[in-house]
């Protein structure tokens, strides 16, 4: 992370309101000054079971082969390929069976000239042998054979390191573990992975009208949907989330809860607070007892979001209203956490192209972040789209973003829809 810059941005603008706002672009560039390079993060090592999904720290040199024998491909027998040449069904060539090799107990003999051992797929194949007949091109009598088919030589065999050869870079830095990877890496005798750490994101919610996650609204009080939700989000980036429950809205308890997770925290996400209110003290806190780079941002949701650095830890005010929640954590918070847990910064969106069913206006000078529900090939807007109205991301199957530099889309324009 670069050092602190020596300037707080503007002084309180409680009850007063914004004299200017930053752009996204602003923003943006600010969290990829304080974002640490890949080969500095922190890694671990994990059991390879618990591995899925993670970030590989380091690439991965395989130190044997895959398989390390000969073995074979097909359920037949092994034999020599040139004494096949001539076989047809009506021109049986005859062999002597001399034994069986299966998987995991092969045969200890060498096979010689007029001779076939019974092999069965995966197992290792015999000295002398370079070619595996199918057993449907067979006939078996007895410790007889009568072979009714052609094979050349290496036919229906697998060869030492086929699949892994000794030496060879198996899985690179910076790959997102599949199930597959997991079953490559255990093939090489792997029980665990290196990967990442997972970065600690405190999320610190405020609210004298909370009440928490599980619990039923009642009288004037409404339960905490930002906390679950980002908890899901920073699990989602590759982040570890910590939320200590509930804080007052009061100075004294947003700064013990920002400086306590502070000190195990790699980043501090603070949702409410963060506006013009009088009792939104988080801005000020951040600038009092850190370094408050940027407050008030020219977007539509999420204009009153802001960031810093608190105890050297990168910090995101986050607004209480939902969907500007949301909004103001894909933008600008999860590319961070993205970032420290070793992954793109980029969106994890899917994108489609889609014509819209009406226009969407929006103001020079500002990004939109608009919902739209797909029919079909259309995309049509949501209705309801106020930035307290949560539901209008679960109605939406995604969002448009409209630049700064546009007042808007006309209707039947082809967007750019990033699905949910």
Not at 102 to 125: L, R
Not at 236 to 252: F, H, K, T
Not at 307 to 313: C, D, P, Q, T, V
Request: hydrophobic share 40%.
């Amino acid at each position: 992370m670069n050092p602190m810059p020596p300037n707080n941005v503007s002084s309180d603008v409680r009850m007063k309101g914004f004299a200017s706002r930053k752009t996204v672009e602003e923003a943006i560039e600010w969290i990829d000054s304080q974002l640490p390079n890949f080969s500095n993060l922190p890694s671990e090592e994990v059991s390879l079971l618990e591995s899925c999904g993670r970030i590989l720290a380091a690439d991965v040199v395989s130190s044997v082969n895959v398989p390390g024998f000969n073995r074979s491909m097909m359920d037949g027998f092994a034999l020599r390929a040139t004494e096949t040449h001539g076989a047809t069904p009506y021109n049986p060539l005859p062999f002597k069976i001399s034994g069986g090799s299966f998987p995991g107990s092969p045969f200890s003999g060498t096979v010689f000239p007029g001779q076939a051992v019974c092999i069965m797929t995966g197992a290792p194949m015999p000295d002398g042998a370079n070619a595996v007949l199918p057993v449907e091109n067979t006939e078996r009598q007895g410790d007889s054979l009568l072979a009714m088919g052609e094979v050349s030589a290496g036919k229906h065999v697998g060869s030492v390191g086929e699949d892994v050869q000794s030496g060879s870079t198996l899985l690179s830095a910076r790959r997102t573990l599949r199930p597959q990877d997991i079953g490559v890496l255990s093939s090489i005798g792997c029980s665990q992975a290196l990967v990442i750490r997972r970065p600690r994101v405190g999320i610190l919610i405020t609210g004298n009208e909370l009440l928490p996650c599980g619990t039923a609204p009642r009288d004037y009080q409404i339960t905490d949907a930002n906390g679950p939700m980002l908890h899901s989000l920073v699990k989602r980036d590759g982040g570890q989330p910590v939320m200590p429950g509930l804080v007052p809205d009061d100075r004294e308890s947003l700064l013990a809860s920002m400086a306590a997770m502070s000190e195990s925290a790699d980043i501090l996400l603070v949702s409410g607070g963060s506006s013009v209110g009088q009792d939104d003290h988080a801005p000020q806190l951040v600038a009092t007892h850190g370094m408050l780079a940027i407050h008030g941002i020219a977007m539509r949701p999420s204009s009153p979001a802001g960031m810093g650095l608190f105890n050297n830890r990168l910090v995101f005010l986050l607004p209480g209203n939902p969907v500007s929640c949301l909004c103001a954590y894909d933008f600008f918070a999860g590319r961070a956490i993205r970032a420290f847990s070793g992954r793109n910064t980029e969106w994890p969106y899917r994108r489609v192209q889609a014509k819209l069913t009406r226009k969407l206006v929006s103001t020079v000078g500002r990004v939109d972040y608009a919902r739209v529900k797909l029919i079909g090939n259309n995309a049509e807007p949501i209705s309801i789209s106020g930035a307290s109205i949560l539901t209008s991301t679960t109605s939406a199957d995604g969002f448009v973003i409209i630049p700064s530099n546009s007042e808007g889309y006309a209707a039947e324009t082809i967007i750019e829809v990033f699905l949910y």
